[in-house]
DNA sequence: CTCCTTATTGCAAATAGTTGCAATAATAAC
DNA sequence: GTTATTATTGCAACTATTTGCAATAAGGAG
């Protein structure tokens, strides 16, 4: 499986103040920021797109001593949940990535690999129609169309 | 997790026919209808509706002594990929099934896991936008968008 | 700062899914 | 029917992911 490229504009975001007001979330709701939880999410700050549970545990391994993989998919599972980590699944991978305050979702070119953010707004008429013609309320979460991109269409 | 139900309209298909035009055309393109493959897409005709790749070995295994799990995973990716079955995540399962001639997606509802088909023009705007807008050749397999059925929405 | 509660971790074992390879058996050709 | 070819299988080992549980430590209360 070669290389998930990513082309995003990336929200500027200040990891110390994300950092903190993410600690301040987690214990409002009870939870509790772990060095372990703020190294992971740390990496996800600093490593731009898109990440496998593996990549995951080897770059957090890496920098710190041992860190279970369990503690790492729990943990993703965790952000995810929470909303701070958003997960698609990437031509057979799960991978995850920053979850950005306006939903998206990816075209992914099944011949270059290249991924392309799709605006959550394309799907407005859709979610209506499953609404009105179906009475399904439609939670549209990260959403990942296959095909090929202009560049490999020819 | 939940069983997943299924409500589908459904094709009527006769097995002996199904299987025998089948071999033909595995053959045709030098694949072999081995016993083990017969099995597993006689369970398709008979179970209606979607399948785990655990539920087929189960399944599969009970009727006959002992077909190797590996020989089961290599056999659903081997159909879907020549297009008898379809593949597609559902509540972070991959799931299985007879590929219909007439392209489908999914709604899934969370709450009581019931699944509905959704016809494919459903994205045929979509597709056309992405296409003039991104110069993006979107190919929709089976898609599985999660939200809330009318009985489950109040 | 210390103590208490309990969310979270690490470990180890279990469950899923994949892969290399020698043995097998389905086809096609004769 | 017999034989040759090679797609497919079973096995076993491996990677990926999940889970139970006792030990740990984060954060709130005093």
Redesign the interface.
């Given at each position: 499986m070669g290389n998930l490229t990513h082309h995003h504009h990336h929200h500027p975001v200040d990891p110390e103040k994300f950092q903190a007001e993410l600690k301040d979330k987690l214990n409002s709701l009870g939870y509790r920021y772990t060095p372990q939880r703020q190294q992971i999410v740390g990496l996800f700050l600093s490593e731009e797109g898109h990440l496998t549970a593996k990549e995951v545990t080897e770059h957090v391994q890496q920098q710190s001593a041992s860190i279970d993989q369990a503690t790492i998919y729990r943990s993703l599972e965790f952000f995810y949940k929470i909303g701070v980590l958003s997960c698609s699944?990437m031509g057979g991978q799960t991978v995850y990535e920053i979850a950005h305050s306006v939903p998206h979702h990816h075209?992914v070119?099944?011949n270059c690999d290249t991924v392309?953010p799709?605006d959550d707004h394309?799907?407005d008429?859709?979610v209506a129609?499953?609404w009105q013609d179906?009475?399904?309320?439609?939670?549209?979460?990260h959403?990942t169309?296959?095909?090929?991109?202009?560049h490999c269409?020819n």
């Open positions: 699944q075209l070119c099944t392309m799709l394309h799907f008429d859709l129609h499953l179906h009475q399904f309320r439609a939670e549209l979460t959403l169309i296959s095909g090929l991109c202009g269409a």
